[in-house]
């Protein structure tokens, strides 16, 4: 079965920063692969953060961009998301998103709340 495995989320107060994690499987990791962050926040629906395109390209949601970087290490086959100036409506649960020919893959996901 194939898993995403995502870390580093936490309690962290406003303004400050977080690195996610998110290891893919060898077999589903190409540069041409879709690669993608979600969340979902408490009560709300789940919503695209940061992607990496097919073509390579990088796209962030209207809230995080200017705060948020999405990036990938081709030698780990591991996909990050750099969060900086973090507010308490980034509180949610982030998820690690890999479409792979003609399937998607999901991570467990990851805690992050940002609170005093």
């Known amino acids: 079965q194939v898993q995403l495995v995502e870390s580093g989320g936490g309690l962290v107060q406003p303004g400050g920063s977080l690195t996610l994690s998110c290891v893919v499987p060898?077999?589903?990791?190409?540069?041409?692969?879709?690669m993608a962050w979600y969340r979902q926040g408490p009560g709300k629906e789940r919503e695209l953060v940061a992607t990496?395109?097919?073509?390579?390209?990088?796209t962030y949601g209207d809230s995080v961009k200017g705060r948020f970087t999405i990036s990938r290490d081709t030698t780990t086959n591991t996909v990050y998301l750099i969060m900086n100036n973090l507010k308490p409506e980034d509180t949610a649960v982030y998820y690690c998103?890999?479409?792979?020919?003609?399937?998607?893959?999901w991570g467990q996901g990851t805690q992050v709340t940002v609170s005093w």
């Open positions: 990496f395109t097919s073509g390579g390209s990088r």
């Open positions: 998103n890999v479409q792979y020919r003609e399937s998607v893959y």
């Open positions: 060898q077999s589903i990791f190409s540069r041409h692969a879709p």
